[in-house]
Each structure stands twice: as C-alpha cells, then as structure tokens.
C-alpha cells in the first residue's frame, strides 16, 4: 500500500539524456505507461547502490578470517523500458528515436530528482537494445525494449559544490615573525606580508570528496607562492594521521600568467600548469593524501594563505553518492 501523505511531487523523477540530446522522462509525476512515449519497466536493477564488495584471506591453519579491504565493482544496470505510439509520433518512430539516444560508445545520463536533490549516472550500453516483439507493435502500439548499460564512474553525482579565496587588500596580514621559504635555488626567501583568507569546505553525501584546486596568478602579478591544505581530519588522538590534523602544503612558486590545477584524486594527475608542463618535476614528490570524508555535513573553514597581491584560488568540491536516494534532510 503506498504513502497515503505522499503526492505525485514526491515520486523519484528519472530521465534519460541521451547523448545526442534528447531528453526522455522515464518515471515521476506526469509519465503514463502506455500513454507517455516511453516509461519505465517493472523492477529496475543496478542503479540503485554502487556495488562494493570486501576482500578477506585465511591462511591454510587460520582459524579466524582477514579483511583485507573493500573495492568498487562494476555497476551493471538493467532496465525494462516500455514505449508507445502518441499523437505526435507512431510506435516506430519512438522506439527509433528513443534507441539513437542510447550509444554503446557514447555516455548519456541518467537524472534522478528527489527530495534530496538532482543526482546523475552517465551511462553506456554494454550491449544493443534488446527488442524482441511477441507480435507485431504497430497492432496495438505498444512494445518495451532490455536496456543493459554500464557507468565509467559508478556514482550518483551531484554539481560540483566551489568556494574562492583572492588575495587583496583586505585580508593582508602582517607577521611579527615572517615565513621563510626555501626558492628552489639553493636559499630562501622571507615574508612578513601575507594574504590569508578561509574557505568553506563540506561533504555531506556518504562518499569521500577529493577536492580540486585552482590557482590562478594574474599576468599583471608577481611570482607568489600560495599555501593550501591537506587537512587528515582525524580526531582520534591514537591515529597515525592524528598528527597531519592542521597538514598544509605550500605549492612551489608560480610565475605571473601561470593557472595551475591540483587535483587530489589519486588515479588523476596531481599538477597541471598552463605554461609548464613538468610542473610534478618541481613538487619534491609532495602529493596530496587526504579527501574529506564522507558524512561531513558541519562545514569546516581552513585558511589559504598567499604571498602576493590577486592571487586567486578556487577549491572544488566534488558531490559523488553511492545512491539516488538519501542524504542529509
């Protein structure tokens, strides 16, 4: 028996966007199987969680069982999608340009929008349509179709979430006691004014959230060197990254002109510059090691710090769910 509270607003709205641009609602408030071009089936499988799976070992005497860890498998989704003919357009011409949406090398998205929010899955085919008629669908203008499609990225994803820090007049510091850097020849530069403003960083979706970084130094600038964070956000004293709790990185100097781009997700490439393209020839072997965990709905201020005027630097905040549905509320 359904929700007696709940309306037609409050079903989970999905929608295909297919790669050549059409849009085709699926389910929610205004779909009609056997009115709306194309609905979907019964029992929808493979979208629902992102597959994971644990890894365990026993020696050949053990008694007991290791856990070795856990890994994300392959998302496999398997759709019924049923389509009909309408006024505008016959059962053919639907199931024809409902199929030239679906590519089996081009990702299209999936749109889920509920209460929580809007969240997307790019999908791909793994195989053709499945489209096996019992009889001919121009006799009742009807037929459905098995969609078997396969992410890349096997996370309900959510737009990016930013926050940005400029070097001005405002937020110049004067030190008592100034920062020395080494230069990258040998000696060292000192610093007794800075530029220090926080950003707002947050996670509320239940995976970790690996943060980008752009730095951005005005062509009409100087060379700067800028201080980010690489935050453990451990709070438990007996950890071993307890110690890395307030961790901060100072990004070697940057000439004026130079855009430079951090991303601290670990199959990416940490550094990108605009203007130097061995730019991880200069970063000693520093790489970045800490996401913020997932469940950190509090936003957490951190300071950035930097050592020249106009300066700017944009942290992203990836916003990537293991589900459709759920989240803070």
């Given at each position: 028996?359904?929700?007696?509270?709940?309306?037609?607003?409050?079903?989970?709205?999905?929608?295909?966007?297919?790669?050549d641009?059409?849009?085709?609602?699926?389910?929610?408030?205004?779909?009609?199987?056997?009115?709306?071009?194309?609905?979907?089936?019964?029992?929808?499988?493979?979208?629902w969680?992102?597959?994971r799976?644990?890894?365990?070992?026993?020696g050949?005497?053990?008694?007991s069982?290791?856990?070795?860890?856990?890994?994300?498998?392959?998302?496999?989704?398997v759709?019924?999608?049923?389509?009909?003919?309408?006024?505008?357009?016959?059962?053919?011409?639907?199931?024809?340009?409902?199929?030239?949406?679906?590519s089996?090398?081009?990702?299209?998205?999936?749109?889920?929008?509920t209460?929580?929010?809007?969240?997307?899955?790019?999908?791909?085919?793994?195989?053709?349509?499945?489209?096996?008629?019992?009889?001919?669908?121009?006799f009742?203008?009807?037929?459905?179709?098995?969609?078997?499609?396969?992410?890349?990225?096997?996370?309900?994803?959510?737009?990016?979430?930013y926050?940005?820090?400029?070097?001005?007049?405002?937020?110049?510091?004067?030190?008592?006691?100034?920062?020395?850097?080494?230069?990258?020849?040998?000696?060292?530069?000192s610093?007794?004014?800075?530029?220090?403003?926080?950003?707002?960083?947050?996670n509320?979706?239940?995976?970790?959230?690996?943060?980008?970084?752009?730095?951005?130094n005005?062509?009409?600038?100087s060379?700067?060197?800028?201080?980010?964070?690489?935050?453990?956000?451990?709070t438990d004293?007996?950890?071993?990254?307890?110690?890395?709790?307030?961790?901060a990185?100072?990004?070697?100097?940057?000439?004026?002109?130079?855009?430079?781009?951090?991303?601290?997700?670990?199959?990416?490439e940490t550094?990108?510059?605009?203007?130097n393209?061995?730019?991880?020839?200069?970063?000693?072997?520093?790489?970045?090691?800490?996401?913020i965990?997932?469940?950190?709905?509090?936003?957490?201020?951190?300071?950035i710090?930097?050592?020249?005027?106009?300066?700017?630097?944009?942290?992203t905040?990836?916003?990537?769910?293991?589900?459709?549905?759920?989240?803070?509320?």
């Amino acid at each position: 028996m359904g929700d007696p509270l709940m309306t037609a607003q409050d079903l989970i709205k999905l929608e295909w966007h297919g790669h050549d641009g059409s849009v085709w609602p699926l389910s929610g408030e205004g779909v009609m199987p056997g009115i709306s071009p194309v609905s979907l089936g019964l029992s929808p499988k493979g979208i629902w969680e992102t597959p994971r799976s644990t890894i365990w070992s026993q020696g050949a005497f053990q008694q007991s069982a290791t856990f070795d860890g856990d890994k994300v498998d392959m998302m496999t989704a398997v759709l019924r999608v049923d389509f009909a003919s309408t006024t505008e357009m016959t059962v053919q011409q639907v199931y024809s340009r409902f199929r030239r949406a679906w590519s089996t090398s081009k990702q299209g998205t999936l749109v889920a929008t509920t209460g929580e929010g809007i969240r997307k899955l790019k999908l791909q085919l793994i195989e053709n349509l499945s489209y096996e008629p019992e009889f001919d669908p121009n006799f009742n203008g009807w037929g459905f179709v098995v969609i078997q499609a396969r992410p890349t990225w096997p996370f309900w994803v959510e737009d990016d979430v930013y926050d940005l820090f400029k070097a001005s007049a405002e937020n110049r510091v004067n030190l008592t006691t100034p920062i020395v850097l080494p230069n990258g020849n040998g000696g060292t530069t000192s610093y007794s004014v800075v530029y220090r403003e926080t950003v707002r960083l947050s996670n509320p979706t239940d995976w970790p959230s690996f943060l980008k970084w752009t730095i951005d130094n005005p062509a009409s600038g100087s060379t700067v060197r800028v201080q980010i964070p690489d935050l453990s956000w451990e709070t438990d004293p007996e950890e071993d990254d307890y110690e890395f709790r307030n961790r901060a990185i100072w990004v070697p100097s940057l000439a004026p002109g130079e855009n430079l781009v951090i991303d601290t997700y670990p199959d990416h490439e940490t550094w990108r510059s605009n203007i130097n393209p061995m730019f991880v020839g200069r970063s000693a072997g520093v790489e970045f090691d800490f996401p913020i965990p997932e469940d950190t709905n509090e936003p957490v201020d951190v300071p950035i710090t930097a050592t020249a005027l106009g300066v700017s630097v944009m942290v992203t905040m990836r916003r990537n769910w293991s589900s459709m549905l759920g989240g803070w509320v």
